[in-house]
């Protein structure tokens, strides 16, 4: 069974920035896609940034430009850069990943992430 630990979690200023890792205890080529989601006080858990097998990557459109995915295969760690952080960027924050053959999905625990004003 593969586990998505996430670390990096905390405080933060308006304006700061954060680094959130996913470590995968398998190799993140078996996944097609990893990335995280995010799900604050009373909402939906929204997806945030995406990363696929062949590299592309796609953004929810309240963090383009701030936040940046990215990925490790030799640490089977994918990482999520998070710049000019915003209170509404408050959230817990998950790591997802699936795999194909079979089709799988995979969640972290979850880190939550506070942008204070």
């Known amino acids: 069974q593969v586990q998505l630990v996430e670390s990096g979690g905390g405080v933060a200023q308006a304006g700061g920035s954060l680094r959130l890792s996913c470590a995968s205890s398998?190799?993140?080529?078996?996944?097609?896609?990893m990335g995280w989601y995010r799900q604050a006080i009373g909402r939906q858990r929204e997806l945030v940034a995406e990363?696929?097998?062949?590299?592309?990557?796609k953004y929810a459109d309240s963090v383009k430009d701030r936040f940046t995915i990215s990925r490790d295969n030799a640490k089977n760690t994918v990482y999520l850069q998070m710049n000019s952080l915003k209170p509404e960027d408050t959230a817990v924050y998950y790591c997802?990943?699936?795999?194909?053959?079979?089709?799988?999905?995979?969640w972290g625990q979850g880190t939550q992430i506070t942008v204070s004003s």
């Open positions: 990363i696929r097998r062949i590299g592309s990557s």
């Open positions: 997802h990943a699936q795999s194909v053959n079979p089709v799988q999905e995979y």
């Open positions: 398998g190799s993140i080529f078996s996944f097609s896609r």
